[in-house]
């Protein structure tokens, strides 16, 4: 495990955390948390990588890099993220997918049960369990079942599943969580650009994320004026926790929902 630090060295009184599979993830999807936690006295910030990076695609200038270059690129990249975004941690588990993806390998439910039992969060964010990214899925399937460990009262208030690979558009609008991502667009485009192994090769994560965030602000509602011109969608959770909903089933009843909404419409 590596913790960075860019100010105070401690965990105590962090009351946001986003736990992702890889460097980048944080700053595509909970880049609301991190600019409500900016300049707060009352809230901040910290990011979970649980991969290590090894499995990065590379070309151009990093074609050649080994896995282990790539891990130390990477690792370095979220910690730059971190000064940027002004969090109060970066932490990095360093656990090969192979070992995340593995139901049977507790170990990385272990290290984020920790965590959890260490910080307290009062507001915990992780992938959506719909990703089409296997480790995306994996990720959120091991910090739920590290949250599930927890006795009630030390679970978190909100659990928010949040849209990386796989939009969460398909929601009913009245089942989406909107997180505000408007402020400070100058700071959104350098947390995302900061990762340059993953931009300058083809893959424009900087112009994805950040045009998927204005497309959901305008297309959220078609017979009103936008409310915010940026936006993120997340799919609330702690249901499914307080109720010990299994994953697959929880999932289900909104899919049911999206269906069943198409359907009206095709009948009307």
């Known amino acids: 495990m590596n913790i960075y630090y860019p100010n105070e060295k401690s965990l105590d009184g962090i009351t946001d955390v986003c736990i992702a599979a890889h460097q980048d993830d944080i700053e595509i999807m909970a880049f609301a948390p991190i600019s409500d936690c900016y300049e707060s006295d009352e809230r901040s910030f910290a990011g979970v990588v649980v991969t290590d990076g090894a499995g990065s695609p590379r070309t151009g200038e990093y074609a050649g890099f080994t896995d282990e270059q790539m891990k130390q690129v990477r690792l370095?990249?979220?910690?730059?993220?971190a000064d940027i975004?002004?969090?109060?941690?970066a932490i990095q588990l360093g656990f090969p997918s192979s070992e995340v993806k593995n139901p049977s390998n507790k170990a990385p439910v272990d290290e984020i049960y920790k965590l959890l039992t260490e910080i307290k969060p009062k507001?915990?964010?992780?992938?959506n369990p719909?990703?089409?990214?296997?480790?995306?899925?994996?990720?959120?399937?091991r910090t739920i079942e590290a949250v599930r460990r927890l006795p009630k009262e030390s679970r978190p208030e909100k659990f928010i599943a949040l849209e990386v690979w796989r939009a969460l558009d398909w929601l009913p609008d009245s089942e989406k969580i909107c997180l505000n991502t408007e402020k400070y667009p100058e700071?959104?485009?350098e947390l995302l650009t900061v990762h340059r192994s993953q931009v300058v090769g083809g893959k424009r994560y900087d112009h994805a994320a950040i045009g998927r965030r204005l497309a959901n602000a305008t297309f959220f509602e078609s017979h009103d004026t936008d409310n915010c011109s940026s936006m993120n969608f997340g799919l609330d959770l702690m249901p499914m926790i307080e109720d010990d909903i299994p994953v697959k089933d929880y999932i289900d009843?909104?899919?049911d929902k999206f269906r069943n909404e198409v359907n009206n419409t095709l009948n009307d």
């Open 130 to 141: 719909a990703d089409k990214h296997e480790t995306h899925v994996a990720v959120a399937l």
């Open 187 to 189: 700071i959104a485009a």
């Open 85 to 89: 975004g002004r969090y109060q941690a």
């Open 123 to 127: 507001y915990l964010y992780t992938h």
């Open 253 to 255: 009843s909104y899919i």
């Open 76 to 81: 370095l990249e979220q910690q730059k993220a």
